[in-house]
């Protein structure tokens, strides 16, 4: 890796070069970049069979890269009738949902969308936070909450959280650039509780899940041969049906058959030790810079928060030695100046011209980029950026299916922004994946737009019905 990231040096290109020797240095310098991001068979054959290594170790301790997260949500779709609600936390925006339900199935839900303001995400307290969540909550379910039994809520909190029980959680460690103080270690459902006491709402938290794990049920109840949840969005992440007999480190499991959701926080996989993962300077170099460093390696290579950051690097890079403008290093000079979505809209660009290569780079960042070569480098670095995170969650989600051994048949429930919005993403997944489990298994990765939350809304509804 090192010896292609200095080739751009090597590369170097000069007011004296003649237009030829530019664009074969112009040519070359992408193909380092297309060297370092495009990723071989090998590579990922090596990168499943160890991420499968992986999840065999989470399973049997604690402290693994690959955490496995028991989640005490259990395969049953029970046809349960009911009014049910939710909160979605699952980054800087939340949502609280209610849901009607009839015989299992959704019948209509409404919602009412929310941001946690920046001064309870960055350094404030839980207090600060859970109260502002516990007062949207409040106005949300009003007249609802005059009933004499308090109102059953399903929490999603797309965090890692380490569960004892369907209804208790403990925040690991905070992701995706939260620093909330007096939120890690804590349990999160008590957290929301309290605050909802303190202001007499009638709402009890039944239920606590992650973003995969609602989304994975919320299509299980359509659909009883889901496998997997999986978000790509801000953040990335999968859960699936694993026997309780392969529980190893949970000794207070029952042994059996019986499978249960297995939260992997998979984004933190190789972390640790970066054996396999294809890191490039560029990812070091975000790492680097993050609040979170040395964790979420993966998740760092594959998710939103980081895809925008990761191709401005990149082009920084390509600027810098010669290979486009030298406006592009002057103008893309603040870190995650460069937004994921721009780089999707750039990369979906097939006009001949890349026009809206050059109007996104115009209007949002006040880049004149007149040659269509250099347009075309710009495209092609967001692509391999956005084509390397659908190659390796394509991976994880192939090492998952051979691990749980439903790699014939099977559904996978997705949800993201960044899958949903990037529009080649889906093929090169659905490309990777089979390359890794056989071309002929019946694999359908599905959209499943606002799982995360209607889930926990399933799941608050499964526990009711286990009453
Ligand atoms: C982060 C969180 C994880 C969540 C994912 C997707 O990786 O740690 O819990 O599922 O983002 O939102």
């Not at 859970?130 to 009933?147: L, R, Y």
């Not at 103080?181 to 929301?192: C, H, I, P, T």
């Not at 007999?245 to 000794?251: C, R, S």
């Not at 006009?351 to 495209?379: F, K, N």
Request: contains cysteine.
């Amino acid at each position: 890796m090192k010896r292609l990231s200095t080739i751009l040096d090597q590369l170097t290109i000069s007011e004296e070069d003649a237009p030829a020797i530019r664009s074969l240095k112009q040519k070359a310098s992408l193909q380092a970049i297309k060297a370092q991001f495009e990723l071989s068979q090998a590579q990922l054959e090596l990168m499943s069979t160890y991420f499968v290594h992986e999840m065999h170790q989470g399973l049997s301790r604690d402290g693994c890269t690959i955490r496995m997260l028991p989640t005490f949500v259990y395969r049953t779709s029970p046809k349960v009738d009911g009014e049910f609600y939710a909160l979605d936390i699952g980054g800087t925006n939340f949502r609280v949902i209610r849901m009607n339900v009839k015989g299992g199935q959704l019948v209509s839900s409404n919602q009412q969308a929310s941001r946690i303001p920046d001064e309870h995400k960055n350094g404030g307290t839980a207090e600060g936070m859970f109260g502002f969540v516990a007062d949207a909550i409040g106005s949300f379910v009003k007249d609802d909450a005059k009933e004499e039994s308090p109102i059953p809520l399903g929490f999603t909190f797309s965090f890692p959280i380490t569960q004892q029980a369907i209804d208790k959680g403990t925040l690991l460690k905070w992701t995706k650039g939260f620093t909330t103080r007096g939120v890690q270690n804590e349990d999160v459902v008590q957290l929301l509780q309290k605050e909802l006491d303190k202001r007499k709402i009638h709402v009890k938290v039944v239920a606590l899940c992650n973003d995969t794990v609602g989304t994975m049920v919320a299509r299980f109840f359509e659909d009883a041969s889901t496998e997997m949840g999986v978000i790509i969005g801000t953040g990335s992440n999968g859960c699936y049906w694993e026997r309780s007999k392969n529980i190893v480190k949970d000794k207070s499991l029952d042994r059996g058959m019986k499978e249960m959701c297995i939260n992997m926080e998979f984004g933190n996989f190789d972390s640790h030790k970066l054996n396999v993962l294809p890191v490039t300077p560029y990812d070091d170099e975000i790492d680097h810079h993050s609040p979170n460093k040395g964790s979420q390696r993966f998740e760092k290579m594959i998710s939103g928060l980081y895809l925008g950051e990761i191709s401005r690097l990149v082009l920084v890079a390509l600027s810098n030695n010669g290979a486009l403008p030298k406006i592009f290093a002057e103008k893309l000079n603040k870190p995650y100046g460069l937004s994921a979505k721009d780089t999707s809209i750039i990369s979906s660009d097939i006009l001949p011209g890349l026009h809206c290569v050059h109007d996104t780079l115009m209007t949002e960042y006040g880049i004149d980029c007149t040659q269509a070569s250099d347009r075309y480098v710009v495209r092609e670095v967001c692509r391999l950026v956005a084509s390397r995170s659908a190659q390796l969650s394509g991976m994880a989600i192939a090492a998952t299916l051979i691990k749980a051994e439903k790699n014939g048949d099977a559904t996978i429930a997705i949800d993201g922004s960044v899958f949903e919005k990037t529009p080649y993403y889906k093929a090169v997944l659905l490309k990777t994946i089979k390359t890794l489990v056989g071309e002929n298994a019946d694999i359908r990765c599905v959209l499943q737009k606002d799982g995360s939350g209607l889930g926990a809304g399933f799941i608050a509804a499964m526990v009711s019905h286990q009453k």
